[in-house]
């Protein structure tokens, strides 16, 4: 994670309740938010 920047992980969760969830968390914060996913090939 570079300096500047914040990474929150989650795990055991479908990833529409992850989205829902990060959305919610997301209005809470005074930054910009994206949310990414990391596949496994």
Known sequence: VQP???LFEIEGVTEALAREAFVLAAAKLPIKTV???RTIM
């Open 35 to 37: 949310f990414v996913t």
């Open 4 to 6: 500047g920047k914040v």
